[in-house]
C-alpha cells in the first residue's frame, strides 16, 4: 500500500523533486562563493594547510580557552578528554604568525606552568610546505574526480545516466563544503582527505539505482528503482549511525573533522540521489520508452 502510494506520487512530481536539491546545490556554491570573496579561498585552512604552529600541553588545569583564542588572534583552542573518564587530559592550540618562543613563554604565563618535554610538544609547518601540500590535495582531489567521471562513462555508456551520477557526487562535495565553511570548521590536510572518501561513498548509491533502471529488465522501472532504493537508503543510514557513534565518543580531533564531512555528504547524497539522480534516470528511461 505504502508503495503504490509513494509510485503514485513520484510519477506525478519526480521532476519538481529532481529540481530540489540542485536548489540546494546552487544555494551552496553561491555560499562558497561568498566565502571566497570574503577570505580568498574556498576553505578555512587550519595549520596543517596554511602553516603555524600546533602545540599541546597535558594538565588538567582549567583554562579559559575562548581568552588564548582571542589574546593570540588567528588561533584554534581545544580541551583534550580523556574517553573513558570525560576529564580534562590536557589542551591544543594551533596558531599562526607565533614563534614556538614566543608561543610557549606565552602559554607558560597563562597555564602558570613550566613547560618541557613531559608536559609539552610542539609541531611547526612552515606557509610555504603548507601550500605546497594543499595545492597537491586539490590536485589529487580533482583528479579522483576526474578518474572517477571516466568510470561512471565507461560504466554506462550513455551521456545523460552518467552525468545524472556525476551531478550527485558533485553536489555532495559542494553542499557539505559549503555546510562546513558555515560551521566555521577550519580544514586541515585530513579533511580533504574525507572530501575524497566522499567521491566513493556518494557514488555507490547512484550507480547501483542506475544500473537497476538500465540494466536490468525484470518488472516496471519503479519497481527497480524501489528496490534499489530501500538497499541503498539502508546502505546510507547504517554508514551514518556509524559516523554519529564515532564522532560521539571519539576523542581524537581527526576523526571528528573526517567522519563530520563524510556525514554531512551522505545526508546530501539521500536527496542528490534519490530525488535529482533518480529523477533524471527516470525521466530518461521514460523518453526511451524503457520499462
Same mark, same amino acid.
Given at each position: 500500500?505504502?508503495? !503504490?502510494?509513494?509510485?503514485?506520487?513520484?510519477?506525478?512530481?519526480?521532476?519538481?523533486?529532481?529540481?530540489?536539491?540542485?536548489?540546494?546545490? =546552487?544555494? +551552496?556554491?553561491?555560499?562558497?562563493?561568498?566565502?571566497? #570573496?570574503?577570505?580568498?579561498?574556498?576553505?578555512?585552512?587550519?595549520?596543517?594547510?596554511?602553516?603555524?604552529? +600546533?602545540?599541546?600541553?597535558?594538565?588538567?588545569?582549567?583554562?579559559?580557552?575562548?581568552? &588564548?583564542?582571542?589574546?593570540?588572534?588567528?588561533?584554534?583552542?581545544?580541551?583534550?578528554?580523556?574517553?573513558?573518564?570525560?576529564?580534562? $587530559?590536557?589542551?591544543?592550540?594551533?596558531? +599562526?604568525?607565533?614563534?614556538?618562543?614566543?608561543?610557549?613563554?606565552?602559554?607558560?604565563?597563562?597555564?602558570?606552568?613550566?613547560?618541557?618535554? !613531559?608536559?609539552?610538544?610542539?609541531?611547526?609547518?612552515?606557509?610555504?610546505?603548507?601550500?605546497?601540500?594543499?595545492?597537491?590535495?586539490?590536485?589529487?582531489?580533482?583528479?579522483?574526480?576526474?578518474?572517477?567521471?571516466?568510470? @561512471?562513462?565507461?560504466?554506462? /555508456?550513455?551521456? $545523460?545516466?552518467?552525468?545524472?551520477?556525476?551531478?550527485?557526487?558533485?553536489?555532495?562535495?559542494? &553542499?557539505?563544503?559549503? =555546510?562546513?565553511?558555515?560551521?566555521?570548521?577550519?580544514?586541515?590536510? =585530513?579533511?580533504?582527505?574525507?572530501?575524497?572518501?566522499?567521491?566513493?561513498?556518494?557514488?555507490?548509491?547512484?550507480?547501483?539505482?542506475?544500473?537497476?533502471?538500465?540494466?536490468?529488465?525484470?518488472?516496471?522501472?519503479?519497481? /527497480?528503482?524501489?528496490? #534499489?532504493?530501500?538497499?541503498?537508503?539502508?546502505? @546510507?543510514?547504517? =554508514?551514518? #549511525?556509524?559516523?554519529?557513534? #564515532?564522532? $560521539?565518543?571519539?576523542?581524537? @580531533?581527526?576523526?571528528?573533522?573526517?567522519?563530520?564531512? &563524510?556525514? &554531512?555528504?551522505?545526508?546530501?547524497?539521500?536527496?542528490?540521489?534519490?530525488?535529482?539522480?533518480?529523477?533524471?534516470?527516470?525521466?530518461?528511461?521514460?523518453?526511451?520508452?524503457? !520499462?
Amino acid at each position: 500500500m505504502i508503495k !503504490q502510494q509513494v509510485e503514485e506520487f513520484y510519477n506525478k512530481h519526480y521532476k519538481l523533486l529532481m529540481i530540489l536539491p540542485l536548489i540546494v546545490v =546552487a544555494l +551552496s556554491l553561491i555560499s562558497i562563493v561568498s566565502f571566497y #570573496a570574503k577570505t580568498g579561498d574556498i576553505i578555512n585552512k587550519d595549520i596543517t594547510l596554511k602553516g603555524g604552529i +600546533s602545540a599541546t600541553i597535558y594538565t588538567e588545569k582549567q583554562v579559559n580557552t575562548a581568552e &588564548i583564542e582571542k589574546e593570540l588572534v588567528d588561533a584554534s583552542v581545544r580541551t583534550l578528554t580523556d574517553l573513558s573518564t570525560g576529564k580534562q $587530559i590536557g589542551i591544543l592550540v594551533e596558531v +599562526s604568525g607565533k614563534t614556538s618562543d614566543e608561543l610557549k613563554s606565552y602559554l607558560e604565563k597563562k597555564v602558570d606552568l613550566t613547560l618541557d618535554d !613531559q608536559n609539552y610538544s610542539v609541531e611547526e609547518t612552515g606557509p610555504s610546505l603548507g601550500s605546497s601540500f594543499y595545492s597537491e590535495l586539490l590536485m589529487v582531489l580533482f583528479f579522483a574526480f576526474i578518474l572517477m567521471g571516466i568510470t @561512471v562513462f565507461i560504466t554506462f /555508456r550513455n551521456f $545523460i545516466p552518467s552525468i545524472a551520477v556525476i551531478q550527485a557526487a558533485f553536489g555532495d562535495m559542494v &553542499i557539505a563544503l559549503a =555546510a562546513v565553511n558555515l560551521m566555521g570548521m577550519k580544514i586541515s590536510s =585530513a579533511g580533504i582527505v574525507a572530501f575524497l572518501l566522499v567521491i566513493g561513498y556518494s557514488i555507490d548509491t547512484d550507480i547501483l539505482l542506475t544500473t537497476k533502471a538500465l540494466k536490468k529488465h525484470e518488472g516496471k522501472l519503479f519497481d /527497480r528503482m524501489w528496490g #534499489a532504493m530501500k538497499t541503498g537508503i539502508t546502505m @546510507v543510514l547504517t =554508514a551514518m #549511525a556509524a559516523l554519529t557513534v #564515532a564522532i $560521539i565518543f571519539s576523542n581524537s @580531533v581527526v576523526i571528528k573533522e573526517m567522519f563530520t564531512i &563524510i556525514l &554531512i555528504a551522505l545526508f546530501a547524497d539521500l536527496f542528490t540521489t534519490f530525488f535529482t539522480n533518480a529523477g533524471i534516470v527516470t525521466w530518461y528511461c521514460k523518453k526511451k520508452g524503457i !520499462q
